[in-house]
């Protein structure tokens, strides 16, 4: 998951940073960070806590210069502490670089046995810092020609924001797994971000996706540069549309939200239920609740209130931590509810503890039957390239049928979305990352080394 941000051509690109890593906050809540450059040297702050306990105008003083890169935690590698916040910040042999990255590297942990027998020193757990030392001793003259070195030894899901004092470097993996758009300040600057809503906070102009495979190059007083570093295998992650990216995005041209709204109206066709109103979970089943409910003709209602000062419980570390916070984030609306058998849809279904506390949430509010409704397929297998799911036993439905998983939740019954379903849903037009879903691992991957499938 995480958010990451470039910002060049813009003297409040450290503001601009802020700003659009605000709008992603919900891609990563442990840390934030910004770094920027002014030509002579990096000045980077970052800590745990959202954006806006991170940084204060004193903060934002200090990160002064035209080039500003940012990132927003989820970990799925390394621990949850200062020292993996990012960017990641070095000084080598031809200056100074700082690094934000989204994805997991495949190979990651080669890669660092590698540069461990060569000499190299680490800090931390993140597959990150593999990237700053394989620049840091490339033999190569440029940072340029040093990165592209570097991209040739690492596999897996990535994209990167690269920073030197006076240039900007931005890659995306040949896969395109995670988002990357490139917007137009009104300056003349430019930005590049994981999702568009950042775009629409900072009145910036959606000038195209990155392509996979490519690599941008932002100098002073030129127009971005493009590089095409590998011929693009695109399998964008379908979990974007289903859970990840906010519903006002657009993801290689489509809308979240219209996106979830088909996946809820194909639900309804595959899996109706006799019911007299439909729920959400919010916020993110709200349009696939949308879409069941118009599949099925019948009233859709916020029937659940969501304590917006609580954070998604899906990315917390510990499922201490996730059962509490369910409690503490939603409450039924008990005169709706009550007397009534009702549907509530969720994105997904993972671990199954937040949904058995949800459907017992509304028992107790009086629902006489509660129909649980998934608006993707049961999530069978773990996937590497960065959703927090490490290993099948944590994932209910690698070893409960969906019959079984209705009796633990204690739901009247319970329906996923079928992989035709969602592709459908989705459309034909590209071959969307479904490893979560089928286990068809490709790019030489398997349920143990990191991989990814498509359909």
């Known amino acids: 998951m995480c958010a990451i941000v470039g910002v060049y051509g813009d003297e409040n690109a450290s503001q601009i940073a802020y700003y659009a890593l605000f709008a992603m906050q919900h891609r990563g809540q442990e ?50 502490s200062v020292l993996d916040a990012q960017p990641v910040f070095a000084k080598y042999k031809l200056g100074a670089i700082s690094i934000a990255h989204n994805g997991n590297l495949t190979n990651k942990y080669e890669v ?56 900007m470097f931005v890659v995306r993996d040949r896969f395109g797994i995670r988002p990357l758009s490139l917007g137009k300040l009104k300056s003349g600057g430019y930005i590049v971000a994981s999702e568009t809503c950042a775009f629409d906070l900072v009145g910036a102009e959606f000038v195209r996706d990155v392509e996979p495979g490519e690599m941008l190059i932002f100098e002073e007083n030129k127009e971005p540069k493009s590089v095409m570093i590998f011929e693009a295998d695109y399998h964008p992650c379908a979990f974007e549309y289903i ?21 809820g109206k194909q639900l309804a066709k595959e899996t109706p239920a006799k019911i007299d109103l439909v729920l959400p979970v919010p916020d993110s089943g709200v349009a696939a609740a949308k879409g069941y409910a118009d599949g099925m003709g019948v009233p859709f209602e916020m029937g659940i209130v969501r304590n917006h000062y609580v954070g998604r419980t899906f990315i917390e570390p510990s499922q201490e931590i996730r059962d509490l916070k ?28 937040t ?28 996937c590497r390239y960065g959703i927090d799911t490490a290993t099948k036993t944590e994932l209910i439905s690698s070893y409960k049928t969906p019959e079984e998983i209705a009796e633990y939740i204690e739901a009247d019954s319970l329906g996923f979305l079928s992989i035709d379903g969602l592709k ?30 498509a359909y």
Request: proline content about 2%; some cysteine; charged content about 30%.
């Open 31 to 80: 840390s934030s960070g910004i770094s920027s450059a002014d030509g002579k040297r990096i000045h980077l702050i970052k800590k745990r806590g959202l954006v806006t306990e991170v940084f204060k105008q004193d903060d934002l003083d200090l990160l002064s210069g035209s080039c500003a890169i940012g990132h927003n935690r989820y970990s799925t590698a390394g621990k949850d």
């Open 112 to 167: 660092r046995d590698e540069l461990i027998e060569k000499g190299a020193i680490f800090q931390t757990e993140m597959d990150t810092e593999n990237i700053v030392h394989l620049i840091a001793k490339s033999a190569k003259s440029k940072l340029k020609a040093r990165i592209k070195d570097m991209l040739s030894k690492i596999e897996g899901a990535y994209c990167l924001v690269i920073q030197s004092r006076s240039k």
């Open 243 to 263: 859970y990840f990216a906010r519903p006002d995005s657009i993801i290689d041209g489509k809308t979240v939200y219209n996106m979830r709204l088909e996946m």
């Open 326 to 353: 369910v409690k503490l984030k939603l409450s039924p609306i008990k005169d709706m509810i009550k007397g009534k058998r009702v549907a509530i849809v969720d994105d997904s279904l993972v671990r199954g503890t």
């Open 355 to 382: 949904s058995k506390q949800i459907v017992r949430m509304l028992k107790d509010a009086g629902a006489v039957e509660v129909h649980m409704r998934i608006a993707s397929p049961e999530i069978k297998f773990p």
């Open 424 to 453: 459908a849903s989705l459309g034909d037009d590209r071959e969307y990352s479904l490893v979560s879903f089928d286990g068809k691992y490709f790019a030489g991957g398997n349920e143990n080394s990191p991989g990814c499938s």
